[in-house]
């Protein structure tokens, strides 16, 4: 099967189907039902379940410049230290996910704390 | 059950081929929305992905360039999720490059440009 | 057996490599201008390259990727793009000062004026990349320079007072033109620490097959190679204060460079500095502009390697002809060389905090380098130099412009 070559924005309709690309959602801002910022999408998580690759949920962060580094990486001593405070994380399943504004995703629940791993 | 982590795992890594050269790196992440879930459906490839990254309206002008550079470009180069699997760090690709328009650019700039220079 | 000579080789040629327009000139300057008081300077330029290259070696071995390739794969697009436009700027600047380090280096031999020299030296450069190899062109051009033995002969030769030489190795305060002292002073780290250098030598690590049992190869190379190679600094700056400072000569012009052997060496001198210059300028030319292509290409994915064909990676070769191409034109819009080169350094050092902090990250990350992360010294050397470098430089750099030269 040849690689399919389609067009498309970032949120796009293809034959009945929406889609939208993982990033261009990284670093956008998720808001709760009250408007109040929850934080940033930092990364999106899939399972595999037979053939396909489902997204199951989502990480929020506050997706500072410093903080996208050192979570990304590793932990590194010297700047660990910095920022404890702003390294809350948070998980949100991707159904409670309102995309229907892509450009400002909505949290349908309040998401949890994301333990430091 | 497998969880794999979309953003630092599979976006921006290696894609290597069945022959063992690299097919570039993965520049997007295509999802198709179903209700409330959403599947991972290809990976995209190329200029066009990496430059809508940077701005949208770069995305637009590049998609034009590479409209002119031949028949049935102009889009972004996607492979089915099906055909990428995890080899942490990079991502291998059951497919030869050369068996999809990932190659394009470097096959034209080898025709056009390189094979017309004495002794390459 | 085997080993043993692979490692000599790669001392040999980071010895043969180390020198090249920026820190002769920087070396020289700081020399004629300071004496032995900035000999620090380039030992912790020679001191922070030396482990940012025994970083970049074990980071290829081990993890089998280069830097560029696993900045963008781990830090994404937006991170991998900043620091390389960044380092493209800065050191397409930095080709144009090497092009034209070729260029007067054969206009010392032949009397003609050099800008006549710029094209053939950049079609020469992309030559000796098209089609040689890395090999050919690492070892050819390495070994040759090794002929700038010639500074540390003149150096031993003259006789330095070692005295105040020791003296000069431990930092110390200007006695006079503080803007100066500190602008020489970063130029040095900048001609020292150049960030191609770390890309080229992972992605030579790579071409070249490497993996953990070459840690300790790498170490030496790293150590031994980058030591002699600031020793062969201090020799240009000790051959400066004793030649050019006790004459008042501060240099102002290229033309005032050759000084250095010729004063006391007449044509000999002339010939041995014109080689010297034409060689290690010409070595850097090519080193520059793979660094930049293999950034290019490991970025974004594209098949690369200077051993390939380069109907093999057509991406990676057209990159590298058009860098050259650029800082060719860059040279023949009349800059004059010596402002080039001491401009860029200084540059490339106020840029060192943005271009190393990725790598330092990727340094402490064990998906790549499981048990060979750095340890916390290496961490915070560099981290220090760096950030201090850029502190100093941003400083420095609009004073000297708008006092200095």
Redesign the interface.
Known sequence: ??????????LSR?GG????????L?GRRVRDAQGEKVGRI????????G??????EVHLGRGALLERLVA?STLVPIIGRLGKRSRKRYSLA??QLD?SDPERPRALVRPTVLERS | ????????DV?????IDTTG?????V????????D???????V??GPI??A???H?RLGEWV?RFDARLGQ????????????VSLD??SLRLD?SAD????MA???W??RK???R?P?? | MKRLLSVALGIVTSVGGFLEIGSITTAAQAGADFRYKLIWSIVLGTLCIALLIEMSGRFAAVSK?TIA??V???F???F??VPLVLVLLISLLVLAAEIGGVAVAVELVTGIHFPVWVLPVGLLAWGLL??GTFSIIENGVSLLGLITIAFVVAALQLGPDWHALSAGLAPSLPDKRPAHYWFVAVSILGASISPYLFYFYSAGAIEERWDVTYLGSNRAVAAIGMGFGGFLSIAVLVVAALVLAPRGISIQEYTQLPLLLTTHWGRVGLGLFAGSLFITCLGATAEIALALAYQVAQ??????GEDL???G???F??TYTIVLLVATLLVLTGLDPLKLTTLSMALTAASLPVAILPFLLLMNDE??LGEHTNGWLGNVSILVISVLAGVVAIVAIPLEIAGGS
């Not at chain 2, 059950?1 to 630092?8: E, G, K, S």
């Not at chain 2, 976006?11 to 894609?15: A, G, H, P, R, T």
């Not at chain 2, 049935?72 to 055909?83: D, L, V």
């Open positions: 099967m040849m690689a399919s070559v389609t067009s498309g924005p970032a293809e189907n929406l889609e939208i690309n993982v990033e261009h990284v930092e990364e999106v998580i899939a399972e595999i379940h053939t396909d690759w489902v997204v199951v990304i991707w159904s995309l | 059950m497998t969880r794999i982590r979309l953003v630092r976006l921006d890594n290696q894609l050269q690299n097919a570039g790196k520049d997007g992440i295509v999802l198709e929305l179903r409330s879930t959403a599947i991972v459906r290809f995209e490839i992905t990496l809508r990254r940077l949208r998609a049935g470009r102009g889009a972004p180069i996607r492979i089915p999720i099906s055909r942490s760090p497919l068996s999809t328009p990932i650019l470097e096959r700039l080898r440009i390189v094979r220079i002794g390459s | 990727h390739d696993a963008r794969e781990r994404g697009l937006d991998f793009l098209w089609y970025g974004f994915g594209w098949n690369w064909e380069p109907s990676d057509a991406r070769s057209l998906t790549y």
